[in-house]
């Protein structure tokens, strides 16, 4: 009952001073919003590009890259696509930003397509939009490379059976190329993904982020009340020493479990994130909030002054965060990097809500959670052979 009395008193004065709602809603929720608005397109590879195509060949063979390549692809809703007159006026929109990127298709392409000459299907695009520049050499790359392959059978045949080829020859051979099937295809199979999405992802990140700031609230108070000099009253007054700890420990745990909470729902309400089944998100929860108690304790024990013990955390949190991939996934950097990962508590909770988007149960979380969860008893099983220290006058 002491121990409680005394996380109800925390509790209240935390609720009062307004810092909870700071650090462990508003704060996570608001960096959640932001990062999902910023990446979310990124994320999820959905661009919205225009291109402008000139065609000044007007042949054959650029009718059907603007009208069997590009246009299938602006009726799909991939990007949009605009003809305009001449590559001087397409060049210029690209520049001013008009468009992200355009295609120029020079007089005699055509021609050369189809008699073996050289040619040039150019991309140009705004200094501001290198993304859209990728994505527009990448579908002129593979038009001009269906063309080339063309070519080289050409060059082949005749190779083989040398003589002065006609027009006509020369065309029926192209079509004839033209319509064998190709060797090798990409096909894309529907399977479940371990990825989660942006707005997911993020506000996972930022929650697990700032646990570790939240239940510095309850902890913290150990030092708050020496440097106050109320320790000393509640040394002086008929409770256990460990009725001290566990009440302080109780706030964190409150707090810190009320801010998950609260970041879990009002991210599926207000930034449509999918967290996956609630009982797995419950376990992680749970797991996260005695993680970061773990690392609270630590440094509970470790700093003289309760400034000292934030300024310590705040850091630590960060750096975890970092690599735990919070803020990116830093997994796929590979090698040291992402072994290092593992060791974070962030890490194991994001690959487990990665496990529960693809519709796995409480049993998927349960390697991950274990881990978390000893992660905090162990830091804080270490924190309590200096806890003693703090506790005096």
Known sequence: MSAIRIALKDIRQ???????????????????????????????????????VADEDRGPQSRVFVEQVLEPLDEAGVFSVREVASAGAAETQAEKGEVDAAFLIPAGFSAAATSGGQAELRVVANVDRPIAGQAGRAIAGQFAAGINAVGTALRTYFALDPHEPTQEEVAALAQAAQAQPELLTLTETAAGSKELSAKTYFAAGMAILFIFLTVQFGV??????????????????????????????????????????????????????????????????????????????????????????????????????????????????????????????????????????????????????????????????????????????
């Open 14 to 52: 935390r609720l009062r001073d307004r810092s909870f709602y700071l650090w462990g809603i508003a704060a996570p929720l608001g960096l959640a919003a932001i990062f999902s608005l910023l990446f979310g397109n990124l994320a999820a590879g959905a661009f919205d590009f225009t291109f402008a």
């Open 220 to 393: 913290l108070g150990l030092l708050e009340e020496r440097q106050n000099g109320t320790m000393g009253r509640l040394l002086a007054a008929p409770i256990s020493r460990r009725s001290i700890v566990a009440g302080k420990a109780l706030t964190s745990f409150i707090l810190g479990l009320v801010s998950m909470v609260v970041l879990v729902v009002g991210s599926s309400l207000l930034l449509g994130a999918e967290w996956g089944n609630p009982l797995g998100v419950a376990i992680l929860v749970l797991a996260a909030v005695i993680a970061a108690m773990g690392v609270m304790f630590v440094v509970a024990a470790l700093a003289r002054t309760p400034e000292q013990a934030g300024n310590l955390q705040a850091v630590i949190a960060f750096v975890l965060a970092m690599l735990g991939g919070s803020f990116f996934p830093i997994a796929q950097a590979g090698g040291l990097l992402e072994r290092v990962s593992l060791i974070t508590p962030h890490a194991w909770f994001l690959r487990s809500l990665g496990d529960l988007a693809t519709g796995g149960g409480p049993g998927a979380v349960f390697p991950a959670a274990i881990y978390i969860a000893l992660f905090g008893l162990v830091t804080g099983g270490l924190a309590q052979l200096r806890i003693g220290k703090v506790l005096a006058p």
